[in-house]
């Protein structure tokens, strides 16, 4: 019997201790962000944006449930994808989505099909180089769409949540 509630404890310890805190996940984003050279002229530390801008898109969120902001990711079109310690936010110029981080399963470029459904070689619907848009797939089976500048900006967002996706869910 002592040898069951000492298996407990240590397992709700171990369970603990792999608990990310909001600095955890911060520290992670920037250090991540720093591999691939941000902020570039679309992408930008959340600290660093001018005081209107974060007056702006802080008036959209509600920073209870999302966070701190850390990332931002805009296009030429106005889209921006935000990337707090709890949630990843995207918005279109009309529609805020919003996904928590812990959620997270799947996240692929739009046009491609999701892993279940690809044939064995997948056609593309649009050039890799014109992906601006990531489709989140989360718990429930729900999509939400995140944008960034096709490129280098694109490809950071897309690696900086697979990183948070795997640290967060194993």
Not at 6 to 12: L, P, R, Y
Not at 121 to 129: D, E, F, R, S
Request: aromatic share 8%; net charge positive.
């Amino acid at each position: 019997m002592k040898t069951v509630g000492k298996n407990i404890a240590n397992s709700c310890i171990h369970i603990f201790a792999m608990r990310k805190t909001d600095q955890d996940i911060e520290n992670k984003l920037r250090w991540k962000a720093a591999r691939y050279h941000l902020p570039t002229s679309f992408s930008f530390y959340w600290k660093d944006l001018p005081t209107d801008r974060q007056s702006d898109v802080a008036s959209r969120i509600d920073v209870t449930t999302s966070g701190e902001p850390v990332l931002i990711f805009t296009t030429a079109a106005g889209k921006w994808t935000l990337i707090c310690t709890r949630q990843v936010i995207g918005f279109d110029g009309q529609v805020l989505e919003t996904v928590n981080l812990t959620e997270m399963r799947q996240i692929m470029p739009h046009g491609i099909p999701p892993l279940g459904d690809q044939p064995k070689a997948p056609q593309l619907t649009i050039n890799k180089a014109e992906w601006n848009q990531l489709v989140i797939t989360s718990s429930g089976d729900t999509s939400r769409t995140l944008y960034a500048q096709p490129g280098p900006d694109f490809f950071a967002l897309w690696n900086i949540l697979q990183m948070v996706r795997r640290l967060l869910n194993g």
